[in-house]
C-alpha cells in the first residue's frame, strides 16, 4: 500500500478539498503512473454533487488522465518506467463476457470498473480517480500517447475524445457524409474537430452567438443557430447522423427533424431529465434515436492515434486543483473554452 493525496468531496454538499487514502502496490500485470494532467468533465461534478443518484463518499473524480509510468510490475509488456501514459473511464472490467471478448468493455455484462465511484475488487471500498497524485492501473487499461501531442491537451481526449469518436466511427462519419453536431462544450467541439478530421460535411447546431466563429474555426463548415425557425428548416431531412452532445433538457424532436430517411441521432450528452420524443419524429423516415457510451480500450487507442496523425487535442483551460469548485460554477455557466484540465503540480500546494 502506497500513500495518495488528491481532492474528494465527503458529501454531495460538501465542496472538494485535500484528501488522504492509500493506493494499492503494482501487481505483476499494474502500471503505476504518477499523474500530470486531469481533464474536468461535466460527470465529475454530477458524480460529486449525487445528481445521479449513485455516489460513493467519499468521492474523488477524475477519469481523463495523462501521466508518467513510475512502476511496472513483472508481467507488463507495453510500458516501462519514465514512458507517457494515459487512463480514461474504466480501470477494469470482467474481461470473459461477449462485450470484453468484443472490445466493447464499456458495456461489459458484469459492469466495467470506473475509474472512480464503483466496487474496487482488490482494496475494497470503491476506486478513487485522477484528481490525485498518483494512480495504479492493470496493464489492459492503460494506453498509449502519441509523442506529438501536447499532454495537457490530450487529458480530455480520454473521456470526450473517445465519447465523440466511437459513434463516429460506428455510423460512418467520413467523405460524403453529413454530419450534425449539436451543443458547443466540452464533448461538441471534440465532435467537431474529429468529424470535420474525417473528411464529413459538419455543421454546428447551437443558441450561442458567440459560438459561431469559434465552430467555423474549429471545423465546422456550417453553423445554424437552432433558435432560428428558418436557419433550422434550411437543414431539414438532410443530415446523415447527428451527435447530440447537449447535458440540458431541450427540444430533440427539433433536430430528429433534421436527419435523412435512415439516418441517426445519437445522444452522448447526458441531461438530468428524460428528452421526450415523439414517435412521429421517428417513423416517418425510419430515423433512429440512439445512445453511445465511451469506446472499448482498443477503440480508444485508435481515437488516440487518429488524434496524433491530425494533430488534434482538446481546447483547454487550465487551472490549479484549488479552484475546481471555481471551475465547476464556471463549467455550469458555460464558461469554459472547452475544457477545464487540472495542473496536478498544484496538488502539492494543497496543504
Not at 37 to 66: F, K, M, Q
Not at 81 to 106: H, N, T
Not at 160 to 169: C, E, H, N, Q, V
Not at 301 to 318: K, N, R, S, V, Y
Request: hydrophobic fraction near 40%; aromatic fraction near 6%; charge should be negative.
Amino acid at each position: 500500500m502506497t500513500n495518495c493525496t488528491g481532492y474528494a468531496a465527503t458529501a454531495a454538499d460538501a465542496p472538494l478539498g485535500p484528501f488522504s487514502f492509500t493506493r494499492r502496490e503494482p501487481g505483476p500485470t499494474d502500471v503505476a503512473i504518477d499523474i500530470l494532467y486531469c481533464g474536468v468533465c461535466h460527470s465529475d461534478l454530477h458524480t460529486a454533487r449525487n445528481e445521479w443518484g449513485n455516489t460513493l463518499y467519499p468521492c474523488l473524480p477524475g477519469h481523463e488522465i495523462v501521466g508518467r509510468v513510475t512502476a511496472v510490475g513483472k508481467d507488463v509488456t507495453r510500458f516501462k518506467v519514465g514512458d507517457v501514459a494515459a487512463v480514461g473511464c474504466m480501470v477494469d472490467s470482467c474481461q470473459e463476457c461477449e462485450s470484453c471478448r468484443e472490445g466493447l468493455e464499456q458495456f461489459c455484462d458484469k459492469g466495467l470498473v470506473g475509474t472512480y465511484n464503483s466496487p474496487d475488487a482488490i482494496l475494497g471500498g470503491h476506486t478513487f480517480g485522477g484528481y490525485s497524485s498518483h494512480i495504479v492501473v492493470t496493464e489492459e487499461f492503460v494506453l498509449r500517447v502519441p509523442d506529438n501531442l501536447d499532454l495537457a491537451a490530450t487529458a480530455p481526449l480520454l473521456c470526450a475524445g473517445i465519447t465523440t469518436y466511437s459513434p463516429l466511427r460506428h455510423w460512418g462519419a467520413g467523405p460524403g457524409k453529413k454530419v450534425g453536431v449539436v451543443g458547443l462544450g466540452g464533448l461538441g467541439h471534440m465532435a467537431v474537430k474529429l468529424a470535420h478530421a474525417m473528411g464529413a460535411e459538419v455543421v454546428l447546431f447551437t443558441t450561442s452567438p458567440s459560438k459561431v466563429e469559434d465552430g467555423q474555426r474549429l471545423g465546422a463548415h456550417d453553423v445554424v443557430l437552432s433558435t432560428d425557425p428558418d436557419a433550422m428548416a434550411a437543414h431539414g431531412s438532410s443530415l446523415d447522423l447527428i451527435i447530440d452532445a447537449v447535458a440540458a433538457p431541450h427540444d430533440i424532436n427539433a433536430y430528429l427533424a433534421l436527419l435523412k430517411r435512415d439516418a441517426t441521432l445519437v445522444q452522448v450528452g447526458v441531461p438530468d431529465q428524460p428528452l421526450p420524443v415523439s414517435v412521429f419524429s421517428l417513423i416517418g423516415k425510419r430515423r433512429s434515436f440512439a445512445g453511445s457510451l465511451i469506446g472499448g480500450i482498443a477503440e480508444t487507442q485508435e481515437m488516440l492515434d487518429f488524434c496524433g496523425a491530425h494533430d488534434i487535442t482538446a481546447d483547454i483551460e487550465m487551472i490549479p486543483i484549488q479552484k475546481i469548485e471555481e471551475a465547476y460554477a464556471r463549467m455550469l455557466k458555460s464558461d469554459v473554452k472547452y475544457r477545464f484540465v487540472i495542473d496536478m503540480a498544484s496538488l502539492a500546494e494543497a496543504g
